[in-house]
């Protein structure tokens, strides 16, 4: 079935350090990814819409130039946290679906914990 | 953004017994997916059920949708320890938009 790897699954780094964030997909393409947020015990928050080939749509609320997301193929998107303080903690995960088709299911990633100190 | 509320928020239950969730949603919608969450991990798939089913079954799982009342169920029956986990509601709409999930329903199954 359709695969959506995350890396990596935990990052502990020191406030000011930027991180990035990779979510490919295994065995299909996709043109669209997602990137969402979620606090402990908290639902998913959409951060933004990674679109292959152009600017990411970001969520109101959501600083584009504190989170960087760059969709340059249709198997990798990429999410840096620039210049992470300790409220930029949290628990990001990415998803995609192999076709452009709302009547199919996402494919979600395990997930990256983020603890910036 | 989020849809609404789901129902309850916690759910603690015994082994054997049946678990029912509801999620409210506030928009028009394609489907209505459910996933699980398992402490720390990233979400799996249950269940889609389009906007115009009213009900569906996979395995020990039945999901209802009544589009008026913008509300759906996940009932888990003869429940699990390994149930336990997150279950959280998703509402679809155009191709290529986001998943907008609920706030999420946590289950624990003790046995």
């Known amino acids: 079935g359709a695969v959506v790897s995350q890396h990596p699954s935990w990052v502990i780094c020191k406030s000011g350090t930027s991180v990035k964030i990779e979510c490919r997909s295994l065995d299909f393409q996709a043109t669209t990814m997602f990137w969402y947020r979620q606090f402990p015990k908290q639902s998913l928050m959409l951060m933004a819409t990674?679109?292959?080939?152009?600017?990411?749509?970001?969520e109101q609320g959501v600083e584009k130039d504190k989170f960087l997301i760059n969709h340059a193929s249709l198997t990798l998107s990429t999410l840096t946290v620039t210049s992470a303080h300790p409220e930029d903690s949290s628990f990001y995960i990415c998803?995609?679906?192999?076709?452009?088709?709302?009547?199919?299911?996402?494919?979600f990633g395990d997930g990256t914990r983020l603890s910036i100190l | 953004s989020q849809q609404g509320e789901e129902d309850p928020q916690a759910l603690s239950i015994q082994e054997g017994e049946n678990a029912t969730m509801n999620c409210s949603y506030k928009?028009?919608?394609?489907?209505l997916q459910w996933y699980r969450q398992n402490s720390g991990r990233g979400l799996v798939h249950l269940i889609l059920i389009r906007s115009n089913e009213r009900e569906k079954h996979s395995g020990r799982l039945r999901v209802t949708l009544d589009t008026s009342k913008k509300s759906s169920s996940l009932l888990i029956t003869a429940s699990r320890a390994a149930d336990t986990a997150s279950y959280f509601c998703a509402t679809a709409g155009q191709a290529g938009t986001a998943l907008i999930f609920g706030k999420g329903t946590t289950l624990s199954v003790s046995s």
């Open positions: 990674s679109n292959e080939g152009s600017k990411a749509t970001y």
């Open positions: 998803s995609a679906s192999p076709l452009r088709d709302s009547n199919q299911p996402q494919h």
């Open positions: 928009t028009s919608i394609n489907n």
